[in-house]
């Protein structure tokens, strides 16, 4: 009996040792850009504080691009935070995605530039702050709270909500609202610039205006209120 217990007592005391050193592995980490290069390259990146098995920025991870840095992206990548400072570029390759992870502290900002042709997604309970953003971005899932000046198209899939309340947002790129989607926009003002803005959702609260300096087309079967 005294050795089952013994048996028992080492078995216990190896797993509470080796979900340790899971934890620690896994534990959520920072990053500054080191240099110029591709986000899945370990080199490109200086691990401030955490720890992370590859050296490699993920969805539990912050990131900051420093100024006179590009990281480019080609596949498909997510993080938790970002922030660009300035003279920092993130560039979307053609068919990369670049997902926000949704989880507490999900979070875009800085003064730095996103460009290219891949997708920026949104998704859970994220913020984004946008300046010097050229790259198409897509809210997939959840609420995201934004506000800033986007350049490039906005698409709201059908589930997903934008919320812009006592903020101001100007897209100067397409707006796609989905069957699902949905704007609210209490108290603020949501400029919309791009030449086509469709509408299958719902777009509720504040004024919408339109400040495309060409002809503007309007569509869609959603509500506008």
Do not use: C
């Not at 990146?45 to 990281?71: C, E, H």
């Not at 080609?74 to 003279?87: D, E, W, Y």
Request: without cysteine; charged residues 5%.
């Amino acid at each position: 009996m005294q050795t089952m217990k013994l048996h028992v007592k080492n078995y216990l005391l190896v797993t509470v040792i080796v979900l340790g050193i899971a934890a620690v592995n896994t534990m959520a980490a920072t990053f500054t850009s080191a240099a110029s290069g591709d986000w899945a390259t370990a080199g490109t990146w200086t691990l401030n504080s955490g720890s992370d098995a590859d050296g490699i920025p993920d969805a539990d991870d912050s990131v900051t691009i420093l100024n006179t840095r590009t990281v480019t992206v080609t596949g498909a990548q997510s993080v938790l935070g970002l922030t660009i400072n300035t003279g920092g570029v993130l560039t979307l390759s053609g068919g990369s995605t670049f997902t926000m992870a949704g989880t507490a502290g999900s979070s875009y900002s800085g003064a730095g530039t996103v460009n290219g042709t891949g997708i920026f997604r949104s998704q859970g309970t994220t913020s984004l702050s946008f300046s010097n953003f050229t790259a198409p971005v897509e809210i997939v899932s959840g609420t995201t709270t934004a506000n800033g000046t986007l350049g490039g198209s906005l698409t709201i899939l059908s589930g997903a909500t934008l919320n812009t309340t006592n903020q101001t947002i100007t897209v100067n790129g397409d707006l796609n609202v989905n069957a699902g989607g949905i704007v609210t926009k209490t108290s603020n003002s949501f400029n919309a610039g791009g030449a086509n803005i469709v509408n299958n959702g719902t777009i509720t609260g504040g004024s919408f205006n339109f400040l495309g300096t060409g002809i503007q087309n309007f569509s869609g079967s959603g509500s506008l209120t």
